[in-house]
Nanobody
Framework: EVHLAESGGGLVQPGGSLRLSCIAI????????MAWVRQVPGKGFEWVAL????????MYTDSVKGRFTISRDNAKNTVYLNMNNLRTEDTAIYYC????????????????WGQGTQVTVSS
């Protein structure tokens, strides 16, 4: 059974940093692309960052470019999101998601999601 579990969220002041982690079990992790997605309550999902199966290709939404970095450790079945210079508008629930391919830029090609971790940026 596929299972994704996020951790690392919390409360941080503007300008601060957090590192999110997502451990994956139940599939051959190294074969599939991964993504971080966030949702503000009452609003839609925003695809924050994507990474391919080998970790060599990354993609970011414009609002986080230069501040967030996605990475993965295939030996640990874990994907990370390093978030620096956090802003109040980064406050959201952050989810990791698994692609059905080695890399995908289409939301419809992600088949499993974690339960999410809350990130709150506030002074």
């Amino acid at each position: 059974e596929v299972h994704l579990a996020e951790s690392g969220g919390g409360l941080v002041q503007p300008g601060g940093s957090l590192r999110l982690s997502c451990i994956a079990i139940g599939f051959t992790y190294r074969n599939f692309g991964m993504a971080w997605v966030r949702q503000v309550p009452g609003k839609g999902f925003e695809w924050v960052a994507l990474i391919n199966s080998g970790g060599s290709v990354e993609m970011y939404t414009d609002s986080v470019k230069g501040r967030f970095t996605i990475s993965r450790d295939n030996a640990k079945n874990t994907v990370y999101l390093n978030m620096n210079n956090l802003r109040t508008e980064d406050t959201a629930i952050y989810y990791c998601a698994k692609s059905v391919f080695s890399y995908s830029r289409s939301a419809g090609q992600y088949d499993y999601w974690g339960q999410g971790t809350q990130v709150t940026v506030s002074s």
